[in-house]
């Protein structure tokens, strides 16, 4: 077998690959020179596919300390002339929200790309907002791929339009290109490599007032060029069928879906359809077209209705009498399927659909009551699992001083230790953004009397803990700051961070030290725990709940994934535990009521440890008031 | 060429799901098949029910298997196939690995898991036919039960339908694994073959 990768020079060759690794291949392609992130579901892959060939290729490749500054990194590339890219999560991009809105008036020089992988169905994501609108807002034309190897293809491409219009792109990703698998043809690799350079140009890149005012007009300009240019993109395609009554829109990884859907229905003579990838701006000429042919239309995307309600101001700005469907149809929450659009083009077409869905459904529905939940758990040895144990104890006993029925509060954030909040340990009350946990626990303070212990784990104090740390410190917030330090950003797969020591290529870099960072914030209560050492963690974390002023806890302990990889590499056994049956009581229910570790089960009333997925935290020993779990 | 061939498999984070679909979309690569697929990665992992879709022909174009069109549905993990149960048709096959992982909600006394019976009665009837094995007992005959993923890779082409090439598959297997670990891979793909071949006679008599 031939052995190709991701940054072989080969064109023509088909490579199976993930959507995220066809993306990176597509900027790779284009010559790209500069690419930042900070990671998140479901855009992760993209820079990490990067950074593997970063050196071979002369890529600049980091993990930026959060999205803004990665997009700020690719903006400053993009200035001096090279080709860039800021790739996030659909979130992320609300983050790098500021730069955004001002990038539209400078444009760009260097091809400029902010990927954005939105995420229909929130699968890893706090919402499932539709990016193309933060596009719309700020100027910026949106690409959007319908399958992979248009995703890598388009990617490629990107760079030059951006050149070409001097503007900067934004290519919408979703869940299913960026996680989806495809065999995918190898284009041509560029190699140019050009050298960098910062020119100074006040009126372009100085924004006051007065540049502002100058820059719109050319940035309008630049726009309207490219909505003309649309209507001949190919990626835009418009195929009419004779005598079709019904059209449909289709944009981006929705028109896979439909194609499918109209051949399952064998409509193809019947249909016409208009392929949409620039959903921002719309090829107008090719929708007016469309809906001058037919007397029914029908849009299709994910998410939000934007491409219809442009689709609607287009025919009523042109009086064309069409009737326009769209979000009346097919749903507005969720990804979409071949079977939903399928169900929509039968009603519209009076067809029959090609298998009895209810039946389907009829059975789905009987299944679903048989069901267990299985949510995603922290895995045994979590050393967040002990931190929030160790909260919950420590909250409590202050919450007593407070009052008779005072509970606790406990803010949480952004990452695997937020997975707490389901049962059995019910430790997180609020989830909202990253580093809101400590923004949230600065509100409530000067509100509620009751201990609040905010937590956050270590990434995402770096990304945005920092000012409503400082926040708490000059507007005297009475919280506790717990930062969860597992030396990793776990949840999206052990990325560096700037605590690790690491960049994303691999080389050596400063460590900064969470303590440090608090200390020289003005935080007056510092300290660091082990959150294994159970009984110490607690009587630290009551010292830090009854602190009178904001206190910052470090809980430093190795990911147990990472620490399981460090004692595979070094040959060192794990040493589980194991229940004596004799000193476990019935009544009893502790390790499995306390801690929710997927080792320990029930077997009759007393409680069992699965030894092979036990990892040895002992933990569990330490809960147990019987004394009843001990060590092989 | 195959104009469509739906594979769905479903399971647990830490089975070896996403490890299987690599294999067979590689492989179908390999044997000149177009191939789309897709999988859910990030939350899922943390143990989470997982499930993955490949799919192989010159008529696939989504990512995503439609509702009730699963050629193959692999459960790794009964309740899992069971969830997974709308992507069935009459015509359908069921490979189910009858071996448990019960989720943590049911050690809490949170919800409760279904009789074997139940599930396999449910899946029986929402396709064509349902093989059963013991993947991890099949996998430790092999060597290691850390290759049950592979036992049911094997039973896949057992059915005897799959588009792919054994040899192709194999091929995948030899070059994923180390020098010690893909003699015993190959074993485990081997017997799960055996396992669903026979189980198939066995139903036709």
Redo the contacts between chains.
């Keep these: ?1 031939k052995k190709l990768t991701l940054a072989s020079d080969a064109p023509g060759e ?3 690959m993930l959507g995220n690794e066809a993306i990176a291949r597509g900027a790779i392609e284009a010559g790209i020179q500069v690419a930042a992130a900070y990671p998140g ?2 855009s992760t892959e993209i820079l990490e596919t990067l950074a593997k060939v970063a050196r071979e290729l002369e890529i600049y490749v980091e993990w930026s300390v959060n999205e803004k500054v990665a997009f700020e990194v690719a903006l400053a590339a993009s200035i001096c002339g090279l080709r860039a890219m800021a790739s996030m999560k659909h979130v992320g991009v609300n983050v790098a929200h500021d730069p955004l809105m001002t990038a539209g008036y400078i444009g760009a020089k260097g091809g400029l790309v902010l990927l954005s992988a939105d995420d229909p169905w929130a ?2 994501s706090q919402n499932e907002q539709d990016n193309r609108y933060i596009a719309e807002q700020a100027y910026i034309p949106v690409l959007e791929p319908s ?2 190897q248009e995703a890598k293809d388009m990617m490629a491409d990107a760079f030059k339009l951006s050149e070409e219009f001097k503007h900067l792109f934004m290519f919408r990703s979703v ?3 960026s ?5 995918v043809i190898l284009g041509q690799m560029s190699q140019e490599r050009r050298a960098g350079s910062f020119q100074k140009n006040r009126q372009w890149l100085n924004y006051t007032p007065v540049e502002a005012r100058l820059n719109k007009p050319l940035m309008l300009q630049r726009f309207e060029r490219i909505r003309e240019a649309v209507n001949a993109s190919p990626y835009n395609q418009l195929r009419l069928t004779d005598g079709a009554k019904l059209g449909i829109i289709a944009s981006g ?1 929705s028109y ?2 439909t ?2 859907a109209i ?2 229905l064998e409509l193809g003579d019947r249909i016409s359809v208009l392929k949409i990838g620039t959903p921002h701006p719309l090829p107008e000429k090719l929708v007016r077209k469309l809906l001058e042919s037919v007397g029914e239309v029908l849009v299709v995307e994910e998410l939000d209705p934007f491409v219809e309600t442009h689709v609607k101001a287009i025919a009523g700005e042109a009086n064309i009498p069409v009737k326009i469907h769209g979000k009346d149809l097919i749903p507005r929450i969720g ?1 979409l ?3 939903t659009i ?1 169900e929509a083009i039968a009603r519209l077409t009076s067809s029959k659909p090609p ?1 009895d ?1 209810t039946k ?2 009829k ?2 529905e ?2 679903a009551p ?10 045994p040895g979590c050393p967040h699992r002990a931190s929030h144990y160790a909260i919950g104890v420590a909250a409590r006993r202050v919450a007593r001083d407070y009052g008779k029925d005072v509970e606790p509060i406990y803010p949480g954030d952004i990452g ?1 230790y937020n ?1 707490a909040y389901n ?2 340990q019910e430790a997180v009350d609020t989830t909202i953004c990253m580093g809101a946990s400590f923004g949230i626990g600065n509100g409530l303070a000067h509100i509620v009397n009751a201990p609040i212990v905010a937590n956050m784990g270590d990434s995402t104090f770096f990304h945005a803990g920092i000012p409503p740390m400082i926040n708490a410190v000059v507007n005297k917030a009475k919280i506790t700051m717990v930062v969860l330090d597992n030396s990793a950003t776990a ?2 797969g052990f990325q560096p961070h700037p605590g690790t020591g690491h960049t994303a290529t691999g080389e050596e870099a400063p460590s900064l030290k969470i303590e440090d960072v608090a200390r020289a914030c003005g935080v007056k209560f510092v300290e660091v725990i082990d959150p294994f050492d159970l009984k110490k963690a607690i009587d630290t974390l009551e010292r830090a709940i009854r602190f009178d002023g904001p206190s910052l806890v470090v809980s430093r302990r190795l990911c147990a994934i990472l620490d399981q990889r460090e004692k595979q590499a070094k040959g060192e056994k794990v040493v589980p535990y194991r229940v004596d049956r004799e000193r476990c009581s019935e009544k009893c229910n502790a390790c ?2 306390l801690l ?1 570790c ?1 080792a ?3 077997e009759g009333k007393k409680a069992i440890i699965d030894s092979s997925l036990c990892n040895g935290c002992g933990l569990c020993a330490q809960v147990c008031p019987y004394k009843a779990i001990i060590q092989e | 060429m195959v104009k469509e061939f739906n594979i769905v498999i479903a399971g ?2 830490g089975q070896g799901v996403i490890l299987m ?2 294999l067979l ?2 492989a ?3 044997d000149g ?17 997982v499930s993955s879709t ?1 799919r192989i022909g010159n ?6 298997v ?4 699963a050629n193959v549905l692999i459960g790794m993990e009964p ?2 196939a ?2 997974n ?2 992507y ?2 009459q015509s359908s096959v069921v490979i189910l690995n009858t071996e448990k992982v ?7 006394g ?5 009789e074997i019976e ?2 396999i009665e ?1 899946l029986s ?2 396709s064509g036919r349902v093989v059963q094995l013991s993947a991890a007992q099949i996998a430790r005959e092999a060597g290691s039960t850390l290759s049950a993923n592979i036992v049911m890779l094997g039973a896949l082409f057992g059915i005897g339908r799959l588009p792919i090439k054994i040899k192709t598959i194999k ?1 995948q297997i030899q ?1 994923r694994f180390s020098a010690r670990l893909a003699p015993l891979n190959i074993r485990a793909f081997d017997l799960g073959y055996q396992a669903c071949r026979k189980t198939l006679k066995g139903d036709n008599q």
């Design positions: 077998m088909r490579l199976f579901t479901p699968w890893s399958s992979i869940t299913r290109i996680h989806g698998r495809s065999d990884l896979s879906y194609l499918e051949n399952w990804e399927s071949t079977r399928t298998i869905f389907v459904d059975l789905s009987e299944t048989l069901l267990p939940r299985r949510p995603p758990t922290m895995c695997c997975l049962p059995p949840m999206t499995i009521d929710g997927p320990i089960m029930r | 647990v984070g679909s690599e979309g590689n179908a690569v390999e098949l177009n191939v789309r697929g897709s999988e859910v990665l990030g939350m899922a992992v943390r143990g989470g029910s490949i008529g696939v174009l989504a990512p995503l439609p509702t009730g069109k309740v899992e069971l969830r149960i709308a069935l048709w019960v989720p943590f909600t049911v050690t809490l949170e919800s409760s898991y279904p139940t599930i449910k009837r929402a091929e070059s």
